[in-house]
C-alpha cells in the first residue's frame, strides 16, 4: 500500500507503541488530518478506550480522556455536557466497544448525544494477547476460541453498525476499511462527515474501521489484508447504514 | 551447594523464554528445586523480553533474580540493563554477533560466541539460544548435558531435536575453550 | 504420589479448579491473568464442562451467582480492575450465601494502573469491596504448589460455609512457573446443597429461592446476625500461617505475605550473617486474619514488627489490631509494580534496629 503521509498537527511527533504493520497508526491519521482541515483540535477532547489504543492520550495533540474499559461513551456524554461547543470524539477497540461498553455506546447512541465514536474492528483483543472479541467471525481461532469460534457455544459476531442504526439518535453510521488506498480514502470522508454532522449538532455519529492485528492474527501484514479483504468484508460489509442528511439509505 | 541465579534477556522472538524453560526442565529432571519468571506486558510485543531462572538444591526464596551468577543476552540494550546485576565471579554470555561491544566489567568470567553465525552453520539462526545455553551449562555445570537433552526431548518440538543438541555441543566447545 | 510438573501460576489455577470438580468457569480477559481462561478454553469443553467468555467481568460473576446458586463448583478469575467489577456480584452471593471461587491476580492501581505485581487491593478484598456486613475468606499464596493446595481448600471452604472465597496472588504468582504436584485428596464430607440449590422442583414440595433481600429490617437484620455467626465460626476454624524463624528471643518479626513473604526469607538468611535475629509470620488467610501469631512473638520481640508489602501499608492496620499497641508497627513497601529487592528490606530492618552493627 502506497500512502504518503504529510505531518498532521492533530497528532504529536512522537513514536507510538504499535506492532510494525498495524493499522492503528493510520485509523489514528485519519482522525488527526479531520480535526485540522475542520480547524476544530482547539475545541476537540477525545476519549482513549482500554485496548491496543489505550495510549491514544499520548499520540492525539487535542485533549484527551484516558476512560475505563468499556466506559468512553458515557465519559464522552459527560465532557460534552458541561461543553457542549467542544468536538467530542471516542476512540474504541472491539472488546472495549461490543463487550464490556456495550450498554454504554447503545445509550450514548439512543440519547442521541452529539459525539463521534470511531471503532476499530479488529475480530480480536489485541492488547491482551488475542483472545476472543465479539466481532470474531465463525470458525476463528483465538486464546479463548482455541477450537475455533462455535457460534452454538459461544454466540454470533456483532454486526454493531448495523445495530447502532436501528436508533433514532444516530444520525450518520458508515462502516469503512483501510485495506487500500481507495479504502483509506473513504475512511477518511467517513470520518470528516461525521465530525461535520457532531459540530452542526445533528447528533451522534458512528464510524467502524475494519483493522488488521498481525501480531495476533498470527499473519504477516501483508497477509492480514488479504485476510480482512476474504474474511472481514464479506461478514462486515462497507458502506453507509444510516444517514440521515440522505433521504434513502438501504 | 548447587546453585545459580539466572537472567535471560534478549529481544522477543529469540526464544528468551524458551532457554529458561529448557533449563528449568532440566534441572526439574535432577531433582532440583526451580523456578521461571518472565517479563510480560505490551513491552513484549517485538521489544525487550527476559526471564529469571534459579536452580538450587536449597529451597527457593524469591523468584525475582536481583543479583545474577549468571546472566545471558542476546542485544545490545539487555547487555547494558543486565551487565551490572553479575555478581563478583560470576558469568556473563554473550551474543556477540548481536552485541556491538565489549563488556566492562573485569571481575566476571565473560564468554563470548558469534551465535548466530555457529547457529546457522548447525542448521537455522533460531537456535542461537541454544549455542548460549550449551555454553553456560558447560561453564557453571549446574544440570548434567543428558539432563537437558532428556528436556528437549521431553518438551521440544521432536524435528529439532538433532539441530538442537548439535547448537548445544557447539556453545558448550567455546565454554571450553 | 503424583508425578511434578512444570506449570505457569495461572495454568495451574486452571488445572487444580479442575481437579477441584469445577464444573463451570466464567471469566474476561486481562493481564497478568489471562492464561487462565485461555487454559480453561482449551480444557474444559474437552471434558464435557463449561468455559465461556463473558462480555465483561460484571457479567462473568453474576454467571458465578446463577451457576452456583444451582448448585455446581464454579469458578472466576481476574485482576484489580476487573475484581472492582465483580464486588457488586460478590456482595450479592455473600448476601445469598452461595458458594464459589474467585481469583485476584492482582497488578497495580488505583484507576487503570499498571500491568505489574502489586498487593494493593489487600483492603477490598478483606474489608468488603462491596456493599453491606459480608466478609470474603481470602487465601494468599505465596508460591505456585501452595496456590493449588488453597484452591483445592477454597472450594472445600466455600462449600461449608456457604460463602465466597478468594484466592489473591499477585501478577508474578501468575506468570511464574514452578514444579507443582497435583495431591490425591480425600473426599471431604461437605454439606449437601440440595435443601438450598435452586435446581427446579423435581417432585420437591418447596420451592427454594436464591435471594439476598429482606425488605423487614427485622429480617435482615436476623440474617445479618447469622452470617456474622458464620464470620465467627470461620475465624475460630480457617485461619492460616506460616511462622519462619521465629524462636527464641527476636530482634524484629517481618509480617508479609504473598511472593513478597519469599523475599523476606531471603532478607532473613542475609540479616542473619550479620547478627541479626528476623523472624517472619506469613499470613496465609488475609481474613481472617492470623491474630494469635502475634500474641506467640509478641513479648519475645525487640523491636517489634515490620510489614513488608506491595502496597501503601494496607496490612498495618490489621498487624496494629493484633499486637495492639505493645511493640511499634513499621512498615517498608513498593507499589505501582515495582518489587522490593532484598537489601531494600534488610537496610529498613537495619535502621528500625538502631543502624548497622
Ligand atoms: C475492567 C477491565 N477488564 C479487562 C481489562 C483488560 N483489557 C485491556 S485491553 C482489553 C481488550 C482490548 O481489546 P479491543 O477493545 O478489541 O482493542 P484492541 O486491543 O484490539 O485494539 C482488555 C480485555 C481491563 N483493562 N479492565
Ligand atoms: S496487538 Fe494487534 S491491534 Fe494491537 S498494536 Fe499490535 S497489531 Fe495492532
Redesign the interface.
Known amino acids: 500500500m502506497a500512502v504518503v503521509f504529510e505531518p498532521t498537527k492533530g497528532l504529536l511527533d512522537v513514536p507510538t507503541h504499535y506492532c510494525p504493520g498495524c493499522t492503528h497508526g493510520i485509523i489514528h491519521r485519519l482522525v488527526a488530518e479531520s480535526l485540522e482541515e475542520l480547524g476544530v483540535i482547539d475545541k476537540t477532547i477525545g476519549v482513549a478506550p482500554v485496548g491496543c489504543s489505550v495510549l491514544a492520550y499520548n499520540y492525539f495533540a487535542c485533549d484527551m480522556h484516558e476512560a475505563a474499559h468499556g466506559r468512553a461513551p458515557a465519559v464522552a456524554t459527560g465532557i460534552k455536557r458541561s461543553l457542549p461547543d467542544s468536538v467530542v470524539f471516542t476512540y474504541q477497540g472491539d472488546g472495549d466497544l461490543a463487550a464490556i461498553g456495550t450498554a454504554e455506546i447503545v445509550h450514548a447512541a439512543a440519547r442521541g448525544e452529539k459525539i463521534t465514536t470511531i471503532f476499530v474492528n479488529n475480530c480480536i483483543y489485541g492488547m491482551t494477547g488475542g483472545q476472543m472479541a465479539p466481532t470474531t467471525l465463525p470458525g476463528q481461532v483465538t486464546e479463548t476460541s482455541p477450537y475455533g469460534r462455535d457460534v452454538k457455544l459461544q454466540g454470533h459476531p456483532i454486526r454493531v453498525s448495523e445495530m447502532l442504526s436501528t436508533l433514532d439518535g444516530a444520525v450518520y453510521v458508515e462502516r469503512v476499511s483501510v485495506d487500500s488506498v481507495a479504502n483509506v480514502l473513504k475512511a477518511k470522508k467517513a470520518i470528516k462527515k461525521a465530525f461535520e454532522l457532531q459540530i452542526e449538532g445533528k447528533g451522534f455519529t458512528f464510524v467502524e474501521v475494519l483493522s488488521i492485528c498481525p501480531t495476533n492474527w498470527g499473519l504477516s501484514p501483508r497477509e492480514s489484508i488479504k485476510w480482512l479483504q476474504d474474511n472481514m468484508i464479506p461478514y462486515y460489509p462497507l458502506g453507509v447504514k444510516k444517514d440521515i442528511t440522505q433521504q434513502e439509505v438501504k | 551447594m548447587a546453585h545459580q541465579d539466572i537472567i535471560f534477556a534478549g529481544f522477543g522472538g529469540q526464544g528468551i523464554l524458551s532457554m529458561g524453560?529448557f533449563l528449568?526442565?532440566a534441572g526439574?529432571e535432577e531433582n532440583l528445586?526451580?523456578?521461571?519468571?518472565?517479563s510480560?506486558?505490551?513491552e513484549m510485543?517485538?521489544g525487550t523480553a527476559n526471564c529469571s531462572v534459579i536452580v538450587s538444591d536449597d529451597n527457593?526464596?524469591?523468584?525475582?533474580v536481583?543479583d545474577a551468577t549468571t546472566v545471558v543476552v542476546m542485544n545490545r540494550p539487555s547487555l547494558d540493563k543486565f551487565e551490572h546485576s553479575v555478581v563478583k565471579g560470576g558469568l556473563l554470555i554473550i551474543d556477540s554477533d548481536l552485541v556491538n561491544r565489549e563488556a566492562e566489567r573485569t571481575d566476571i568470567d565473560v564468554i563470548k560466541i558469534p551465535a548466530q553465525k555457529v547457529a546457522e552453520e548447525v542448521g537455522s539462526k533460531k537456535i542461537a539460544n541454544m549455542v548460549l545455553l550449551g555454553a553456560l551449562v558447560e561453564k557453571t555445570k549446574i544440570v548434567k548435558m543428558e539432563s537437558l537433552l532428556k528436556a528437549l526431548k521431553e518438551h521440544g518440538k521432536e524435528q529439532f531435536y538433532e539441530m538442537n543438541k548439535k547448537a548445544l555441543e557447539k556453545g558448550a566447545e567455546y565454554a571450553r575453550k | 504420589m503424583a508425578e511434578k510438573v512444570l506449570m505457569k501460576g495461572n495454568e495451574a489455577i486452571g488445572e487444580a479448579a479442575i481437579q477441584a470438580g469445577c464444573q463451570c468457569f466464567f471469566g474476561y480477559p486481562i493481564t497478568p491473568q489471562t492464561e487462565v481462561a485461555a487454559y480453561m478454553s482449551r480444557r474444559m469443553p474437552k471434558i464435557g464442562r463449561v468455559f465461556l467468555q463473558a462480555e465483561s467481568e460484571v457479567a462473568a460473576i453474576n454467571m458465578v451467582y446463577g451457576a452456583a446458586g444451582s448448585g455446581v463448583r464454579v469458578m472466576t478469575s481476574s485482576s484489580s480492575p476487573g475484581v472492582s467489577l465483580k464486588q457488586e456480584g460478590i456482595s450479592y452471593i455473600a448476601g445469598a450465601e452461595l458458594p464459589c471461587v474467585i481469583i485476584n491476580i492482582v497488578r497495580g492501581g488505583p484507576g487503570l494502573g499498571g500491568i505489574q505485581p502489586a498487593q494493593s487491593d489487600y483492603f477490598q478484598a478483606t474489608k468488603g469491596g462491596g456493599h453491606g456486613d459480608y466478609r470474603l475468606v481470602v487465601y494468599a499464596p505465596s508460591s505456585v504448589q501452595e496456590m493449588v493446595d488453597l484452591i483445592q481448600d477454597a472450594f472445600d471452604v466455600a462449600d461449608i460455609y456457604r460463602n465466597p472465597v478468594m484466592v489473591m496472588g499477585d501478577g508474578m504468582l501468575g506468570q511464574m512457573m514452578e514444579p507443582v504436584e497435583f495431591k490425591e485428596r480425600e473426599a471431604k464430607q461437605l454439606p449437601s446443597k440440595a435443601d438450598w440449590a435452586a435446581t427446579g422442583l423435581h417432585g420437591r414440595k418447596e420451592h427454594h429461592v436464591i435471594n439476598s433481600l429482606f425488605l423487614q429490617p427485622e429480617e435482615l437484620e436476623k440474617h445479618n446476625e447469622k452470617l456474622q455467626k458464620k464470620y465467627a465460626e470461620i475465624e475460630k476454624n480457617e485461619v492460616k500461617y506460616e511462622m519462619y524463624n521465629c524462636d527464641g528471643d527476636l530482634d524484629i518479626v517481618l509480617v508479609s505475605y504473598g511472593t513478597v513473604s519469599r523475599i523476606c526469607k531471603n532478607v532473613i538468611k542475609m540479616l542473619a550473617k550479620e547478627g541479626l535475629k528476623v523472624g517472619l509470620i506469613r499470613p496465609i488467610t488475609l481474613w481472617p486474619f492470623p491474630k494469635k501469631a502475634f500474641e506467640e512473638v509478641v513479648d519475645r520481640t525487640k523491636y517489634g514488627f515490620l510489614s513488608v508489602e506491595l502496597s501503601c501499608g494496607q496490612m498495618v492496620e490489621d498487624i496494629e489490631l493484633s499486637v495492639k499497641g505493645r511493640k511499634p508497627v513499621n512498615f517498608f513497601g513498593r507499589s505501582g509494580g515495582m518489587v522490593p529487592s532484598p537489601t531494600e528490606i534488610a537496610n529498613k530492618v537495619k535502621e528500625i534496629a538502631g543502624g548497622a552493627r
Do not use: D, E, F, T
Open positions: 524453560k528449568a526442565y526439574m528445586n526451580v523456578s521461571w519468571l518472565p510480560y506486558g505490551p510485543r517485538g527457593i526464596g524469591s523468584p525475582i536481583y
